[in-house]
Structure formats: structure tokens, C-alpha cells
């Protein structure tokens, strides 16, 4: 199975730039596809997905989150970090089932 | 506006069975690959079941193969997850979900209903 790891928390302060890391096991491209895609989850709800195929926004997603990486080694970026942004952030690969999420990254304040 | 809306959850003793329910409006139904992905308490997330658009192509992780039975009615745009054998490590959350049309990402998802395998 691929493994994802991520860094279990983050802190920032609003209006900052926060970093969000995802390594995989193995590659998770696919010829030109880079196969990993990024969820949050705030507290009691359902997770909404953010950025599928690594770097592209999914509607209705504001401009502020972006995501960038390929191979084994991505990035999802919140700029400026917003109040309503804290939640809990999973990155999730599909080059090869079983379909794999990450540990998940707990975005919190300063 | 896409819905999920999941149905069937509840307290369950080890080793019984419980079938979970999903209705769907607002896509056209028939035409998507479905999936469980499910949360345990204060945990992350592992996909559980995927089924295709017309029923006839289903898929598991290890942890569930053999247990868990995915199947779907396109006339009444419901899915389902039968799980049999249930253990305490089935405990969770599981989401309905919608998948892409290609690559295999979670564009839509379910509110969650909780399943309690405790005697």
C-alpha cells in the first residue's frame, strides 16, 4: 500500500502563509497526472474536497488554497490563512488501490 | 446541488450484521462510480468500498474484503454497504461518497452516519 504521511499539527496566525506537507511512499504520478488530492474536514463535519490532482481547485474553493508537488513530495498552501480556515487537512492518493489518505494535519492558530 | 444523505447506523454487538442506506439526488446517479470511506472516533480516513456506475465492478481493502458488501439501485439512486462480521474496529463514521469521473478523488460527500460494534 502507498503510505502518506503528513505532519500531525501546524500553527499560524491569520493572515499568514501556512504550508501543508504530503510524502507518499512511492510516485503518485501516472504519465503527466500527479494522483493526490487534498480534503478538509472542520470539526462535526463531512470532509469537502479542496484540490484534486495536486495542483487544481475544486468549485467553489477560494483562491487562497493552492497545491503544488509531484513524484512522492506536495504541498498545499492557504494564503493568506483565514479564520474559517481551521480545520484538519488530508491529503488522499489514487495511482493504486487500496485508495490511501494521509494521517491528516490539524491547522491551528497562534 | 448534489446530496447525500446516509441511513442505518446505530449500536451493533461484534459479529452481527448492519446494512447501511444512501440516497442520492442532484446528479445524474447512474452515470458515477460510488464509495465508503469511513472515520473511526478521533481518527483519519480509510476508503472502504468502491462500486461502478452500472453495479457490475466492486472493490475493497483487505481490511474489509470478504465482510463488507457494496451494491447500488440506479432506478432508486441508493447505495448501499452490508456488513457482516462486524468487529469493534469497524467502529466509525461512513461517508457515501461520489467519486470523479476519472482519477479516483471524492468530489462529493455524505453527512456520515456512526456505526458502534460494542457488546
Known amino acids: 500500500d502507498i503510505v502518506l504521511t503528513q505532519s500531525p499539527a501546524l500553527a499560524v496566525s491569520l493572515g499568514q502563509r501556512a504550508t501543508i506537507s504530503c510524502r507518499a511512499s512511492?510516485?503518485?504520478?501516472?504519465?503527466?497526472?500527479?494522483?493526490m488530492h487534498w480534503y478538509q474536514q472542520k470539526p462535526g463535519q463531512q470532509p469537502k474536497l479542496l484540490i484534486y490532482?495536486?495542483?487544481n481547485l475544486a468549485s467553489g474553493i477560494p483562491a487562497r488554497f493552492s497545491g503544488s508537488g509531484s513524484g512522492t513530495d506536495f504541498t498545499l498552501t492557504i494564503n493568506p490563512v483565514q479564520a474559517d480556515d481551521i480545520a484538519t487537512y488530508y491529503c488522499?492518493?489514487?495511482?493504486?488501490?487500496?485508495?490511501?489518505f494521509g494521517g491528516g494535519t490539524k491547522l491551528g492558530l497562534k | 446541488e448534489v446530496q447525500l444523505v446516509e441511513s442505518g447506523g446505530g449500536l451493533v454487538q461484534p459479529g452481527r450484521s448492519l446494512k447501511l442506506s444512501c440516497t442520492a439526488s442532484?446528479?445524474?446517479?447512474?452515470?458515477?462510480?460510488m464509495a465508503w470511506v469511513r472515520q473511526a472516533p478521533k481518527k483519519g480516513l480509510e476508503w472502504v468500498a468502491t462500486?461502478?456506475?452500472?453495479?457490475?465492478?466492486?472493490y475493497y481493502p483487505d481490511s474489509v474484503k470478504g465482510r463488507f458488501t457494496i451494491s447500488r439501485d440506479n432506478a432508486k439512486t441508493a447505495l448501499y454497504l452490508q456488513m457482516d462480521s462486524l468487529r469493534s474496529e469497524d467502529t466509525a463514521t461512513y461517508y457515501c461518497?461520489?467519486?470523479?469521473?476519472?482519477?479516483?478523488?471524492?468530489?462529493?460527500w455524505g453527512q456520515g452516519v456512526m456505526v458502534t460494534v460494542s457488546s
Open positions: 490532482r495536486a495542483s
Open positions: 488522499q492518493q489514487s495511482r493504486e488501490s487500496p485508495w490511501t
Open positions: 512511492q510516485s503518485v504520478n501516472i504519465s503527466r497526472y500527479n494522483l
Open positions: 462500486i461502478t456506475s452500472g453495479g457490475s465492478n466492486t
Open positions: 461518497v461520489k467519486e470523479s469521473t476519472v482519477a479516483t478523488y471524492f468530489d462529493y
Open positions: 442532484g446528479f445524474t446517479f447512474s452515470s458515477f462510480t
